[in-house]
C-alpha cells in the first residue's frame, strides 16, 4: 500500500512541474461549463420549463454535472497506450507493482486536483451568475452511484488504452469513443428528458451511470420506478467491465512486443 501512496505523491509533484498544461485543461472545462449553461439559460429565457424540468432543477444538473464529470472523467490512463507501443512498460512491469495498482493511484491524484478546482469554479459559476441551486439529496445514495462510475470509467480507459496491445492506432477510437460516451451519459442534458423507450434502453448501457445517474440523484433523490435496476445493472456493468479489462491485459501481454531503445 505503501508503494501506491508514493506513487499518489508522486503523481500530485508532478502537477507543479507541469503547471501550464493543467492550467489549460481547467480552461477548458470551465469553457465547456460556461458555453453549456448558456445555452440552457438561452432555452429558459422564452419558458419556465423544459419536459418535466424547471429552470432551477435543470441548471442544478447542469452544474452538479459538471462537478461529477470533471471528478469521474479525469484520469491518466491515456499514456498507457503510448507506454505500450515504445515499449516503456516494461519499467512498470519489472517493479513490485500491479498494472491496475500504478494507474489507480495515479487517477486518484488525478481526480484529487482536479475537483479541488472544480469546486472553486464551481463556486465562483454560482455566484457569478446567481443560480439558484434545489439542495443536494440523498448524499450516500450518490456516493454509491458515483463510486460505480468510477469504477466503470477506470475499466474503460483502460480497454481503450489496451488497444495498443494489437494497433497503434488508438488515438483516435479513444477520441471518438469519448466524444460518444460524454453525449450519452448525461453530461449536456438529462438522459430521462429523451423518448421513453430510448431513456429505458440507455439504462442497460454502462454509460448512464458515469454522469446521469449520480447527478440525477443529488438533484432529484432516488426515482422509485427503475432504482432497482439502475442499482443493479450500474454495479453490474462496474464489476463485469473491471474483469473484461483484466481479461483483456492478460491477453495482451501475452502477445506483447515492441520495438524500441
Given at each position: 500500500m505503501r508503494r501506491y501512496f508514493q506513487v499518489f505523491t508522486v503523481t500530485l509533484k508532478e502537477y507543479?512541474?507541469?503547471?501550464?498544461?493543467?492550467v489549460l485543461w481547467r480552461f477548458r472545462m470551465i469553457l465547456s461549463t460556461r458555453v453549456t449553461l448558456f445555452l440552457w439559460m438561452g432555452v429558459f429565457d422564452s419558458r419556465s420549463a423544459f419536459g418535466s424540468y424547471s429552470k432551477e432543477r435543470l441548471l442544478s444538473y447542469l452544474l452538479f454535472s459538471s462537478l461529477v464529470t470533471t471528478f469521474i472523467s479525469s484520469s491518466r490512463i491515456s499514456n498507457l497506450a503510448y507506454e505500450i507501443q515504445s515499449g516503456g512498460i516494461m519499467n512498470l512491469l519489472l517493479k513490485p507493482l500491479s498494472i491496475f495498482g500504478y494507474y489507480a493511484a495515479t487517477d486518484a491524484a488525478d481526480k484529487l486536483m482536479n475537483i479541488f478546482f472544480g469546486i472553486i469554479e464551481f463556486i465562483i459559476i454560482v455566484f457569478s451568475f446567481k443560480i439558484p441551486l434545489v439542495p443536494p439529496q440523498q448524499v450516500g445514495w450518490f456516493l454509491v452511484f458515483l463510486c460505480s462510475g468510477v469504477c466503470i470509467s477506470f475499466s474503460i480507459n483502460l480497454m481503450l488504452?489496451?488497444?495498443?496491445?494489437?494497433?497503434?492506432?488508438?488515438?483516435?477510437?479513444?477520441?471518438?469513443?469519448?466524444?460518444?460516451?460524454?453525449?450519452?451519459?448525461?453530461?449536456?442534458?438529462?438522459?430521462d428528458l429523451l423518448p421513453s423507450i430510448v431513456y429505458r434502453i440507455f439504462l442497460f448501457t454502462p454509460f448512464p451511470y458515469l454522469y446521469f445517474m449520480p447527478t440525477k440523484i443529488l438533484v432529484d433523490g432516488i426515482q422509485n420506478t427503475y432504482f432497482i435496476q439502475q442499482l443493479i445493472c450500474s454495479l453490474g456493468w462496474a464489476?463485469?467491465?473491471?474483469?473484461?479489462?483484466?481479461?483483456?491485459?492478460?491477453?495482451?501481454?501475452?502477445?506483447?512486443?515492441?520495438?524500441?531503445?
Open positions: 507543479f512541474a507541469y503547471r501550464l498544461n493543467f488504452s489496451f488497444i495498443g496491445f494489437w494497433t497503434p492506432d488508438v488515438w483516435a477510437p479513444r477520441f471518438l469513443f469519448m466524444m460518444l460516451v460524454t453525449f450519452v451519459s448525461g453530461a449536456y442534458f438529462p438522459l464489476i463485469g467491465l473491471f474483469f473484461l479489462a483484466r481479461f483483456l491485459w492478460k491477453k495482451g501481454i501475452k502477445n506483447f512486443s515492441f520495438w524500441g531503445r
